[in-house]
């Protein structure tokens, strides 16, 4: 049996970096298999696929359906582990969908972050309050200034996936995480990073920045790249305080509880989150066992990240400008608890 057009431009976007099991991710419940056989709908079927990866509609009705993207984008890879570089495209597409999607159900006017983090940070400790800047009081000041922030979560099964990206809708940064982590610690210098790149200045309009990466073999200050420096100090000095942050122990036997201890007594002290405390201890004494021993032990019962991410996302956009579909993928990617 011949192909149909349905099956070429399926076939077209999987050789693209498409998987087929994604393409049918983003279709909405009532595309049924078989409404896919019933050529009268491919025009339909292909029209949302196009929309939801950002591409032209015609280039796939030709007889060799080919790909062309509906607005022009350079993507700027950083944190890239060397040999280690997966196919994004499938994940950008849809992040950059989400993106659009959520800064056009924004209500709050997009204020710039101050380019010094330690008057960001002392912002942030004024207003939002807390014991320490962390998780959620710097979400709440990313949405205070127009900035959202998304945890995309269910993308597709074994899907590559960056661990942050920042891109600009309309003059608006809008921040990606998707680091599969719970752990609040990791979500929370992603954060950090992120704001960094849009507070230096270095994401372009027509730029779509992704950090690939920000895991134990690239996290603060690992990168020989200028960005990504000059982004890892601005989220170090944001998060403790200070610039280059280091925690040691003091002793050789320092035990996960210890840390735990340790880490929270100095948090309150000085207004740092207790997890980065651990991150950092980890990173600057090569102990990853011991400080993800520490990082579990802290969260002990709390809500995953993106959980915590998620929820004040669903509770600033006003989804009811948006269409039903559109908001139907969006709690099915970004859900809430």
């Given at each position: 049996?011949?192909?149909?057009?349905?099956?070429?431009?399926?076939?077209?976007?999987?050789?693209?970096?498409?998987?087929?099991?994604?393409?049918?991710?983003?279709?909405?419940?009532?595309?049924?298999?078989?409404?896919?056989?019933?050529?009268?709908?491919?025009?339909?079927?292909?029209?949302i696929l196009a929309k939801r990866l950002g591409l032209r509609v015609a280039p796939l009705f030709s007889d060799n359906?080919?790909?062309?993207?509906?607005?022009?984008?350079?993507?700027?890879?950083?944190?890239?582990?060397?040999?280690?570089?997966?196919?994004?495209?499938?994940?950008?597409?849809?992040?950059?969908?989400?993106?659009?999607?959520?800064?056009?159900?924004?209500?709050?006017?997009?204020?710039?972050?101050?380019?010094?983090?330690?008057?960001?940070?002392?912002?942030?400790?004024?207003?939002?309050?807390?014991?320490?800047?962390?998780?959620?009081?710097?979400?709440?000041?990313?949405?205070?200034?127009?900035?959202?922030?998304?945890?995309?979560?269910?993308?597709?099964?074994?899907?590559?996936?960056?661990?942050?990206?920042?891109?600009?809708?309309?003059?608006?940064?809008?921040?990606?995480?998707?680091?599969?982590?719970?752990?609040?610690?990791?979500?929370?210098?992603?954060?950090?990073?992120?704001?960094?790149?849009?507070?230096?200045?270095?994401?372009?309009?027509?730029?779509?920045?992704?950090?690939?990466?920000?895991?134990?073999?690239?996290?603060?200050?690992?990168?020989?790249?200028?960005?990504?420096?000059?982004?890892?100090?601005?989220?170090?000095?944001?998060?403790?305080?200070?610039?280059?942050?280091?925690?040691?122990?003091?002793?050789?036997?320092?035990?996960?509880?210890?840390?735990?201890?340790?880490?929270?007594?100095?948090?309150?002290?000085?207004?740092?989150?207790?997890?980065?405390?651990?991150?950092?201890?980890?990173?600057?004494?090569?102990?990853?066992?011991?400080?993800?021993?520490?990082?579990?032990?802290?969260?002990?019962?709390?809500?995953?990240?993106?959980?915590?991410?998620?929820?004040?996302?669903?509770?600033?956009?006003?989804?009811?400008?948006?269409?039903?579909?559109?908001?139907?993928?969006?709690?099915?990617?970004?859900?809430?608890?």
């Amino acid at each position: 049996m011949p192909a149909t057009q349905i099956d070429r431009i399926f076939g077209a976007l999987e050789s693209a970096g498409y998987p087929r099991d994604f393409q049918q991710s983003l279709l909405p419940e009532w595309v049924t298999s078989e409404m896919l056989q019933d050529q009268g709908a491919t025009l339909e079927v292909a029209s949302i696929l196009a929309k939801r990866l950002g591409l032209r509609v015609a280039p796939l009705f030709s007889d060799n359906p080919g790909l062309e993207t509906l607005r022009r984008r350079d993507t700027k890879y950083k944190r890239s582990i060397p040999n280690k570089s997966k196919n994004l495209s499938a994940a950008t597409s849809l992040a950059m969908f989400v993106a659009e999607s959520v800064a056009y159900s924004t209500p709050f006017s997009y204020t710039p972050f101050p380019t010094d983090p330690l008057e960001l940070r002392a912002e942030i400790l004024g207003t939002e309050g807390g014991n320490w800047l962390g998780l959620r009081n710097l979400l709440q000041a990313c949405w205070r200034h127009g900035v959202p922030v998304i945890y995309l979560d269910h993308v597709g099964d074994g899907l590559p996936k960056m661990d942050g990206m920042v891109t600009l809708i309309d003059g608006r940064p809008i921040i990606i995480l998707s680091k599969k982590s719970t752990s609040w610690a990791w979500q929370l210098f992603i954060i950090a990073h992120e704001i960094g790149h849009c507070a230096l200045g270095h994401i372009e309009p027509d730029e779509i920045l992704i950090d690939e990466a920000l895991g134990e073999q690239s996290y603060a200050l690992d990168d020989p790249d200028a960005e990504e420096q000059a982004a890892d100090r601005f989220a170090i000095t944001l998060l403790n305080g200070r610039e280059n942050a280091t925690y040691g122990s003091g002793t050789a036997n320092m035990s996960a509880r210890g840390l735990v201890e340790a880490s929270v007594n100095y948090g309150k002290a000085n207004h740092v989150d207790p997890g980065h405390v651990v991150l950092n201890f980890a990173k600057h004494n090569n102990a990853w066992p011991l400080g993800m021993a520490a990082i579990k032990m802290l969260q002990a019962g709390a809500a995953p990240a993106g959980a915590v991410v998620n929820n004040l996302l669903w509770r600033c956009i006003r989804a009811d400008v948006l269409p039903d579909d559109t908001t139907a993928l969006l709690r099915r990617v970004a859900p809430a608890e």
